[in-house]
């Protein structure tokens, strides 16, 4: 891939991108952050982990000035470093920055904007300052409404890092071993139509997953246990880019509101427009549904910490009834609203929601036609710019192919292209890019995973039908037999925090942690859950 110019600071022109000149190289920076930062902060790649020096749109420059497109970057909405967004934050920061107990007319403009994106009775906002705070804030809120304590949540949930969301979050307290689940939290299926329990052939999918909802509610209240509230990310992000069945949440909701509790829709990682068609990810669920309660973080400030919780005024009123004041020293301040108010302003000027139409019906229409040639995609599944490829080692049985996951991956980097792999079994292609994401860059991306997946592929014999013939013709005795010997195709860790024991070896499956290969292409993997 060609390496972007990179100039100086002294002498950048408009629409180019500046570097900020490194202090430490790669080797120190990795010293000392080995030194001073805790051990369980990962880094992506941690092998060899990528010192991004700047970016600019949908790209990332490293400490040499190469280009990395960027597949992965939902915090940065409207494109890195957007010049429209660094200019509102920096006038604005010339002049005033302080706190939501003084009067400032950047407060009053933002909130009015943000709730006019909304339907009308979500009117009354509560401004912090990440995804985290905002869905502890939005937990606190549901409690105070009834007086109510236990929380429902979808299985694979992740709703944040503190303690009060680990709790509510199984993606993450499962980690922790047996009895990790809180007696006050009850974890529903994902409503899953390719893994789940009911999938695409049920004939009401959104009724059967909203039954197991009620079936939990009335198990809680015969043991004496009220709802505070449920809540679930309006499309599941890290439970692997599923997409719940139209009606689900309107039946969950009812069911819920019968029980005394509310609604919260968590938009963190799916809302402003991602999903094209509607700047909320609930609104696909149909007009006839509203959440109580709505948090919104990363894209909201493309990058600068800021986050939101938004609900209707009888709630809010039930949480000031309390008496006490809800404060938060930087949350609403006039830096971070004036840039709340840029990236708004962005997504309208640039088109980006139906940007997000166009280019995401274009990546799901070239990723649909690469699972006609290639056995492992099993399903292609997202809206606008959030979508996942689910690869599997058998699409009868649906096993997660973990380990070729990791592998395509990896080898994305070394091409200069940055996609991560989640849900479960971290076998799901991730896309959440930048909303500046172009129908080029898409063509790239699968063209690269095209190539991957054939190399896979040719190693293995697995090859669809239309091919099989041809390579059993071209196979010898020694061809398709895994060598455990090291090279550059075979470290493909896990995405996140390396915690995964499969890699491929000269293309096939290999376990690393029981120093054994296999000829065939099947690798043990967990059991679906069904």
């Known amino acids: 891939m060609e390496v972007h110019r990179v100039v100086p600071l ?37 092998k060899d982990p990528i010192k991004i020096s700047h970016a600019r749109g949908q790209y990332m420059y490293d400490d040499n000035g190469e280009e990395y497109l960027d597949c992965i970057n939902n915090v940065a909405h409207v494109g890195h470093s957007h010049p429209d967004v660094v200019k509102a934050g920096s006038k604005q920061m010339e002049v005033l920055n302080t706190n939501s107990r003084f009067l400032h007319d950047n407060l009053i403009r933002y909130a009015e904007r943000l709730t006019a994106t909304l339907p009308e009775k979500l009117s009354v906002c509560y401004f912090v300052n990440s ?17 109510h304590t236990d929380i429902i949540t979808l299985d694979h949930a992740y709703h944040g890092h503190l303690t009060s969301l680990i709790d509510i979050s199984p993606y993450k307290f499962h980690q922790l071993g047996e009895n990790s689940q809180k007696d006050f939290v009850h974890v529903t299926p994902s409503p899953d139509v390719y893994r789940g329990r009911y999938k695409e052939d049920h004939p009401d999918p959104a009724s059967a ?12 209240v015969k043991k004496g246990r009220k709802i505070a509230a449920f809540i ?10 599923v997409i719940p069945p139209a009606g689900y949440f309107q039946k969950v909701s009812e069911y819920v509101h019968n029980a005394g ?40 400030g493309n990058g600068h910490p800021m986050s939101c919780v938004v609900t209707t005024r009888e709630i809010a009123e039930a949480f000031g009834a309390t008496g006490m004041e809800y404060f ?19 997504i309208e000027k640039e088109g980006l929601q139906e940007n997000a139409i166009k280019v995401g019906n274009y990546l799901v229409k070239l990723l649909n036609e690469q699972k006609a040639k290639h056995l492992l995609i099993g399903d292609v599944r997202g809206t606008g710019l959030f979508v996942g490829v689910d690869l599997v080692k058998d699409r009868k049985r649906r096993t997660p192919a973990t380990a070729e996951a ?6 994305l980097k070394e091409k200069h292209i940055l996609l991560s792999a989640d849900g479960p079994y971290r076998n799901i292609l991730k896309f959440k890019p930048p909303m500046c994401f172009t129908m080029e860059n898409a063509k790239c991306v699968v063209d690269a995973i095209d190539e991957l997946l054939t190399e896979i592929e040719n190693a293995t014999g697995n090859l669809a039908n239309t091919q099989l013939c041809k390579k059993k013709e071209q196979l010898t005795d020694g061809q398709n037999k895994c060598i455990h010997k090291k090279n550059n195709n075979e470290k493909a860790e896990e995405e996140s925090n390396s ?10 499956p290999c376990d690393q942690k029981t120093v054994t290969c296999r000829d065939s292409y099947v690798v043990p993997a967990k059991r679906i859950r069904t």
Not at 209 to 220: G, P, R, S
Not at 328 to 346: E, H, K, M, R, Y
Not at 499 to 508: F, R
């Open 131 to 147: 995804g985290s705070e905002a869905n502890d804030l939005a937990l606190r809120i549901a409690r105070q409404y009834r007086g």
């Open 232 to 241: 679930a990310e309006s499309m599941q992000s890290c439970g692997g880019q």
């Open 406 to 411: 990791q592998h395509v991956i990896y080898k």
């Open 261 to 300: 509790g509310v609604f919260i829709a968590d938009e963190v990682q799916v809302g402003f427009g991602r999903v094209g068609k509607h700047f909320w990810a609930f609104q696909l669920q149909g007009d006839d549904f509203v959440p109580d309660i709505v948090t919104m973080g990363k894209p909201i």
């Open 209 to 220: 997953y909203a039954n197991e909802v009620q079936d939990i509610i009335e198990k809680a």
């Open 499 to 508: 915690e995964g024991n499969c890699h491929l070896t000269n293309g096939v």
């Open 10 to 46: 002294d002498r950048k022109q408009e629409g180019e991108t500046a570097r900020v000149p490194e202090t430490y190289s790669k080797q120190r920076n990795l010293e000392l952050r080995q030194k001073h930062i805790g051990p369980s902060c990962k880094v992506f790649f941690n």
């Open 328 to 346: 938060n020293t930087f949350g609403g301040n006039p830096v971070s609203c004036a840039i709340g108010l840029a990236v708004l302003d962005v």
